[in-house]
């Protein structure tokens, strides 16, 4: 159970860092999150090479730690599927972030719900290896049918509250997304 509660929330969590790294036409460092630079051989995170600060709602910032990476930070951020246009000024790198339009917001959300669901099938799937297990511990004879009936009761009973706050999350990311 404690396990299965662990990988359900391990989910969770990975579901939160996926949205974060949505769109919703307002600045949030977290947009910049997935962008990889190519910097001293090697493809590092964008935040191991740069400050990224947001200092107004429809503005980002980025200053490299190394001057020399300006451009490697300004092809990275290109090359990422954002769609934001980078201006260098030579010591920072500014990243307006243009008004969403409603195709746009309606293909987010679309984006948005198939990650919910594959939030839904890591959740069950967590679901599934832990009646696996049960039915594994009743066929050794270490746990009788009427337990292993109320334990999977209980692994049910998490996997829908796990599934349930997957669905707020989403609710209020499309909310998010949808707010003009």
């Not at 934001?84 to 959300?109: A, C, F, M, Y």
């Amino acid at each position: 159970m404690a396990d299965a509660q662990r990988r359900m929330e391990g989910a969770l969590r990975a579901l939160s860092t996926e949205f974060a790294g949505v769109r919703t036409g307002r600045a949030s460092t977290a947009l910049l999150d997935r962008v990889q630079v190519t910097a001293y051989g090697t493809r590092l995170p964008l935040n191991q090479v740069a400050t990224v600060q947001a200092p107004e709602a429809r503005l980002l910032t980025v200053q490299p730690f190394d001057r020399q990476l300006m451009k490697a930070v300004e092809k990275g951020i290109l090359e990422s599927d954002l769609g934001l246009t980078p201006s260098n000024d030579g010591k920072l790198i500014r990243l307006p972030i243009p008004q969403l339009t409603e195709e746009r917001r309606k293909e987010l959300v679309k984006v948005v719900r198939h990650m919910a669901e594959e939030g839904r099938v890591a959740v069950r799937n967590v679901r599934r290896d832990a009646i696996r297990h049960l039915e594994e511990l009743v066929k050794n004879g270490s746990v009788g049918d009427d337990e292993e009936r109320a334990a999977e009761g209980r692994v049910q009973k998490l996997t829908d509250e796990h599934v349930a706050r997957i669905d707020d999350l989403l609710k209020r990311k499309e909310a998010e997304i949808m707010e003009v």
